[in-house]
């Protein structure tokens, strides 16, 4: 079964823990019974090694899902092992109400990475929190409440993060946070404009359009439904802020037109409102040519949020933002009792620092470059597949059963497909509105 895997000399520990029987009455009667659970027989993990996992009979996985496009730097990476022993001895918690060295270390080191002012960060826990944050933000910022996002995107599910994604699958039968509206996805191989000159990636879609490459006429077509919005949605002068992903993530690796984001950056500004860039999926070097997705795009957001790969597994999230902005917050009291912990904030300075040394950012781009070109190879000669995207290491491949009309592949077409790529040892992700885009996001090692 391994023989077409990759070598690996590292032997895991012999697992010692609870049955899978006993694990999975455990979850029956014990845990949320909304957990999603991949596999029909589910996966049971007890180690990893960088880019491996090994289940608790021992045996390798591959894994190129990274949990969730959160694995950045590998599964348990000797540094960050090293320094988190380092920092457990010293000091393991104390709240950001106390001056302690790593917050103060790992705002500046993290701040550096961005371009102009912005300069402040605020740090939480996990992406949804990131979003839920940089809303109050916007809206205390500008006195305006309107928020703009795209339909298919995913920011979180909190109760208001809910209302920012959307797509139904993540929505419950409840009133939706108020003043978020979404807008028709820019998406060049499912939306009504776009094809084959319209993508900022090595691989285009195969469908064609009227655009050249100069210039992409499907973009100025999705913007005029953003000024739809503006006109007939948002009361003059009430935008507090548009959402936007570089790449969009749960929604299956969708890549807008080229141009797109810096028209709407340039609308949202026109309308009084802020940028934010969710970064949660895209950041930390991913997509290979730059460490920001919205680099990419050529815009400077005024808020930015973050999360997964900025703590390699770690609970560790944040908002980066102007100061102008920040001082907003501070019109009442702020609190994060994990936000900054000394153990996240030595994690995340880790982090920077093996993306570094290990030039993982470099590693993105070349490595997924060739991935891209190679997958487009099968994509010529298996009509299942219909759309292959991405850039750097944040990669999907779209199923479909016509490569025609772009019909997406049945679903339990897709899962016998899946089940079998778990059988030969592969991870990889599923996600998209219909549920069969491949989501290939592994750690960037």
């Known amino acids: 079964m391994y023989s077409s895997m990759p070598k690996c000399d590292f032997v895991p520990q012999k ?135 795209l339909k298919n995107a995913y920011h979180g599910m909190t109760y208001q993060t809910m209302g920012l994604t959307s797509n139904t699958g993540y929505k419950y039968k409840v009133p939706q946070a108020p003043g978020i509206h979404n807008i028709m996805n ?27 490459v100069e210039n992409c006429e499907a973009k100025d077509k999705y913007l005029e439904q953003l000024r739809d919005i503006f006109k007939y949605n948002v009361r003059p002068g009430g935008l507090a802020a548009f959402f936007a992903e570089s790449i969009q993530g749960v929604g299956g690796t969708v ?65 980066v933002t102007r100061p102008e902005i920040a001082q907003a917050l501070a019109s009442s009291m702020h609190f994060n009792t994990f936000g900054g912990n000394p153990l996240a904030c030595t994690v995340g300075i880790t982090v920077l620092d093996i993306i570094e040394e290990e030039q993982l950012q470099k590693n993105c781009l070349e490595i997924g470059t060739y991935f891209l070109k190679e997958m487009e190879k099968l994509k010529a000669k298996h009509s299942i597949i219909g ?14 059963e016509d490569d025609k009309n772009a019909s997406p592949l049945d679903s339990k077409r897709f899962m016998k497909m899946w089940e079998k790529t778990r059988d030969m040892g592969l991870i990889i992700g599923k996600g998209g509105l219909f549920g069969n885009v491949i989501r290939i996001k592994p750690p960037i090692v």
């Open 387 to 400: 759309d292959v995207r991405g850039k750097g290491l944040m990669l999907g491949v779209e199923l479909v």
């Open 255 to 319: 890549q807008f037109p080229k141009g797109y984001i810096k028209g709407a950056y340039k609308l949202v500004k026109e309308h009084g409102g802020l940028f934010i860039s969710d970064e949660v999926q895209t950041g930390f070097g991913r997509t290979g040519e730059h460490f920001w997705g919205f680099e990419m795009h050529g815009i400077e957001p005024d808020i930015v949020t973050m999360a997964k790969s900025m703590g390699n597994g770690f609970p560790l999230a944040a908002v």
């Open 15 to 149: 697992y010692t823990g609870p049955s899978f029987e006993t694990m999975s009455e455990i979850r029956k009667t014990r845990l949320n019974p909304a957990l999603t659970t991949y596999y029909g027989s589910p996966l049971a993990f007890h180690q990893g090694h960088m880019q491996w996992l090994f289940d608790i009979n021992g045996r390798r996985y591959l894994d190129m899902f990274g949990g969730i496009c959160t694995v950045s730097v590998g599964h348990s990476h000797p540094k960050i092992t090293e320094a988190l022993h380092k920092q457990i001895q010293k000091l393991t918690h104390v709240s950001n109400v106390y001056f302690h060295p790593k917050i103060h270390e790992y705002a500046v080191r993290l701040t550096e990475k961005f371009p102009g002012n912005l300069k402040v960060v605020y740090f939480v826990n996990s992406g949804s929190e990131a979003n839920d944050l940089a809303v109050l933000m916007a809206r205390s910022y500008t006195k305006n409440f309107d928020i703009v996002t």
């Open 186 to 212: 820019p998406d060049v191989y499912r939306g009504l404009w776009g094809g084959t000159h319209c993508r900022d990636s090595p691989i285009q879609t195969s469908r064609s359009c009227s655009c050249s």
